[in-house]
């Protein structure tokens, strides 16, 4: 079975910076997308940034442009920078991975998650 690693969560104070790292091991084909997800406590989960494997293209919440990015290289790798961290970027983080289809990845019904990191900033 597909398996997601994550590695790189911590603490840190606002206007920091930390980089998120998720690889995907024993992958079936290329995916159609990997994600990073977050959820504060109390908060519904909220999809941060994703990468269409395949078309080769990325996308950012709102709530993250401009001091987030993506990146995937390789393609079982993808890589959130997050800079100038704000205390309400503070939540667990998981990554997520999908090569059921590409409507999966846009529902956000993704099949494959990892464990989670913790990302915590003080203000």
């Known amino acids: 079975a597909v398996e997601l690693v994550e590695s790189g969560g911590g603490s840190v104070q606002a206007g920091g910076s930390l980089r998120l790292s998720c690889v995907a091991s024993?992958?079936?084909?290329?995916?159609?997308?990997m994600a990073w997800f977050r959820q504060a406590p109390g908060k519904e989960r909220e999809r941060v940034a994703i990468?269409?494997?395949?078309?080769?293209?990325t996308d950012l919440a709102d709530s993250v442009k401009g001091r987030f990015t993506i990146s995937q290289d390789p393609k079982n790798t993808v890589i959130l920078q997050m800079n100038s961290l704000k205390p309400e970027d503070t939540a667990m983080y998981y990554c997520?991975?999908?090569?059921?289809?590409?409507?999966?990845?846009?529902?956000?019904?993704?099949?494959?998650w990892g464990q989670g990191t913790q990302v915590t900033v003080s203000s």
């Open positions: 990468a269409y494997t395949r078309a080769g293209r």
């Open positions: 024993r992958q079936p084909d290329t995916s159609y997308c």
């Open positions: 997520a991975a999908e090569w059921r289809g590409i409507a999966y990845c846009y529902s956000g019904d993704m099949s494959t």
